[in-house]
Each structure stands twice: as C-alpha cells, then as structure tokens.
C-alpha cells in the first residue's frame, strides 16, 4: 500500500487450549487495519475487547497465530519488535528510572546502531518536540505524570519509526490534564508526519486525535470508518451505547430507534413529564416520559430552568431517528 504506516491484514490470536487451536479464548479474530503516513487511527473498544493483543501483534510482542504485518511497506510478520521501526508508547510508559530522560529517549536510536553523539542529537529533537527540551539531564524519578507521558512519546518520536503504537498513554493521567495533552498531542502528531495507532477506551480520547476510528467488540472489529461519522451514524446498537448514545428505542424485528443528540431541541414541542433528574458537571442529566420511550438528555443550568411543574418542552426530529440493528445482546461468533 503505498504510502502506508501500518497494513495489518487479518491478524488473529487463540491464547489456550491445545496447540492454541481448540478450547481457550480467541482474544482476536481477522482484524484488519491501516493506517496511512501522518495519519492517526484510533483503534477503540472497551477492556477485554482484543485491541492490546492486536497491538501487541503489530509491534512483533505477540506471535500472530494467522494474518500479515506491513509496516512502512515492509512485511515484519516474522521481525522481533527491534527490527520493526516501530515506535511505541506503553500504557506505564516503561522507562528507565536508572537513566536520565536524555537517555532514555536516545535508548532507541542507539538499539538501532547509532553512535552516541547522534542518537543524543535525535534524542534532543524529539524533547523539543514535546516541549522538554530543558529537562534532558532530570532523572525520570523526578518526573510528573504529564511530564513522564511526554517523555515516553519522545523515546518514540526520537527513533523516527514511519509508525507510532501508543496503548492507553493517558490513561494514568488525572482528567485535567488528560484534557490538556489531548491537545497537545493533536498538534504534535500533525507535526511528525509518522502514521499513529491510538488503542484506547475512551471515546472522548478517539475523537479528539483521531481522523478514523475502529470500534472492537470480543475480538473483531465491528465498524471502521471518519471518526466523526461513526459516532454520529454507529452502525448496531452496540456501537451506538458504547460510543454514549443513550436513546435507544427496542423496536419489534431485533432493531433500535436511536436518537441522536442533534435531533432534539429543548425548549420547543410539547411538554414531558420529567421521570428522574441527576446533577452532573454541567448542569443535570434528566429522563422524559416520552411517547416513544424513556428520552434522557442531559442540560445545561440554563437550559433546567425550562423545567416548569415537572415538565420541560422538547422537540424530536423524527427524520433524524436512525433505525439500528439490535445486538446488544449478542454474542458474536468466534470460529476456532
């Protein structure tokens, strides 16, 4: 594939049973992917879907039992992870509390057989990158948790892989400042130019770094495409609550009505009886009493002050509802 980061064509991993063939748990099961030069992907689903094997596959960490590895245009199926040029970030961050931060990102140039006074050099361009450049002689000890993150990418960045793996690297953070580097790393993987692969949970995470997302379910991949149009057209209703979409009507025939955020308006239509109401961060999650079914929103302070008598008008779209279909409590085959 031409100027292509990643091309993983139908990877799939059985941990267990006898020869790994029968019995056991498939973990991932023909999970194909690509990710193009300066393009990030979120591969997004919740824990125990597959997506850290599927990641481990890539980076050469887990022996695939079937399926391909391009990286680069390179097949690196049967490479060790040293010989992939990848570039990867863990979850902890995994760095050396023995080593400086300088030569923790230079550690992997130097694997790679450069000379020290280069891999320093390159080490150096990548803590620029990450606005570190002041802190190449600090311990990793004396690190913050966003300052730790920062490094971890820098060690990537500084190998100039075609390919970045990043696997949870924000989730060790508190939520403010999650939010700040959300934006930040958004910045900075336009800047590199190498395609990057995002395994992540958090749909919020997905959409802010991501161009296209692949949303995994039991060890499949159940729906790819523009990040922005898989959250606002999930493809089964399984998606849809995994991605927050909290209206979904059961409809006779295993399908869902979903209805959408943007297809409701507050403050037109008829009134409703308010069922339930919840505060939270920015004003209070309320239920309706709505013809077609329970309708949960959630308001702003400006907007509950529309609450009059238990009651709060509200107007649906209808040619914005789409019809799903209803797998939310489907268990989805896995073929030994």
């Not at 000890?141 to 190998?159: D, F, K, M, N």
């Not at 700040?180 to 800047?191: G, I, Q, T, V």
């Not at 995002?198 to 499949?220: C, F, I, N």
């Not at 149009?229 to 493809?235: G, R, S, T, W, Y």
């Amino acid at each position: 594939m031409k100027n292509s980061a990643l091309n993983a064509q139908n990877l799939s991993k059985r941990y267990g049973g006898p020869q790994g063939i029968q019995g056991g748990v498939q973990a991932a099961q023909n999970v194909s992917l690509s990710v193009g030069a300066g393009e990030t992907v979120a591969l997004l689903g919740p824990s125990g879907c597959g997506k850290s094997t599927v990641l481990r596959m890539i980076a050469g960490l887990e022996v695939p039992d079937s399926g391909m590895v391009q990286v680069g245009g390179r097949d690196v199926t049967a490479l060790p992870p040293e010989a992939r040029h990848i570039g990867l970030v863990f979850q902890d961050y995994a760095l050396f509390p023995h080593l400086s931060v300088l030569d923790n990102v230079a550690y992997g140039p130097r694997v790679r057989g450069l000379p020290r006074p280069q891999a320093w050099a390159q080490a150096r361009e990548a803590l620029a990158l990450v606005n570190l450049a002041e802190l190449g002689g600090r311990r990793v000890t004396e690190l913050s948790g966003g300052q730790a993150q920062r490094v971890a990418l820098a060690r990537a960045l500084a190998t100039a892989s075609p390919l970045l793996l990043l696997d949870e690297p924000l989730s060790n953070l508190d939520e403010r400042l999650r939010a700040e580097l959300r934006s930040d790393l958004r910045a900075l993987f336009a800047r590199v130019g190498a395609g990057v692969l995002l395994v992540t949970h958090d749909q919020r995470e997905a959409l802010a770094l991501a161009g296209r997302v692949a949303v995994m379910r039991a060890g499949q991949i159940v729906q790819q495409g523009a990040a922005q149009h898989v959250f606002e057209h999930p493809a089964t209703a399984w998606v849809a609550a995994f991605l927050g979409h909290t209206n979904l009507w059961p409809q006779p025939g295993g399908v869902c009505l979903l209805v959408p955020e943007q297809a409701v308006t507050v403050g037109e239509g008829e009134p409703y009886l308010v069922m339930a109401r919840q505060p939270n961060d920015s004003g209070e999650t309320v239920t309706l009493a709505h013809p077609r079914g329970p309708l949960t929103l959630s308001l702003s302070a400006r907007e509950s002050l529309q609450i009059v008598d238990g009651r709060v008008r509200v107007r649906v779209d209808e040619g914005q509802i789409q019809t799903v279909p209803d797998d939310r409590e489907a268990v989805l085959e896995v073929r030994p």
